[in-house]
């Protein structure tokens, strides 16, 4: 796979314009925890793997556990995840998927049972910021580094 065009130096403005995005995003309150899981799980559902995987090292050196990492990607599966981040997981699945789900009731009455109307519009203009990253990424095809060769043990 190979890099379709270098969306910074394409349009520094634009890229600019979502940067601020991620500072407010950065600077608004939302615990880091969650910050970490909506990237990582939007990332993972847009199957973006430059943000996936910039954003899994992230988490890993902000201090969360590899398993919580890992597990991400099979949320509903594990019980390691709490019920306020199952409901946030919930609904970054629901506004990643919008033409699908329509972000339904019952998402946000879960996301509603944990968080105040002020955190669910920073969590949910969260889940836009990423959605965007992975779209330039993914649409672009920007490609990740690769720390080491994998090696068969």
């Not at 600077?27 to 990582?40: D, Q, V």
């Not at 847009?46 to 954003?55: I, R, T």
């Not at 969260?126 to 043990?153: K, M, T, Y």
């Amino acid at each position: 796979m190979r890099q379709r065009l270098n969306f910074y130096t394409a349009a520094p403005d634009a890229y600019q314009a979502v940067a601020a995005l991620e500072n407010y995003v950065r600077n608004s309150g939302i615990e880091k925890r969650h910050i970490h899981l909506i990237k990582l799980r939007a990332s993972i559902i847009n199957g973006c793997s430059y943000c996936v995987d910039m954003h899994s090292k992230e988490a890993l050196s902000g201090g969360l556990p590899q398993q919580w990492i890992n597990l991400i990607s099979a949320w509903q599966e594990s019980p390691i995840y709490d019920d306020k981040e199952r409901a946030l997981l919930a609904w970054v699945d629901a506004v990643t998927n919008l033409a699908q789900t329509g972000a339904p009731d019952d998402a946000f009455q879960a996301l509603k049972a944990h968080f105040s109307e002020e955190e669910m519009t920073k969590l949910t203009v969260a889940i836009g910021v990423i959605n965007i990253w992975n779209r330039l990424c993914v649409g672009f095809r920007s490609q990740h580094p690769i720390d080491e060769p994998a090696q068969a043990a």
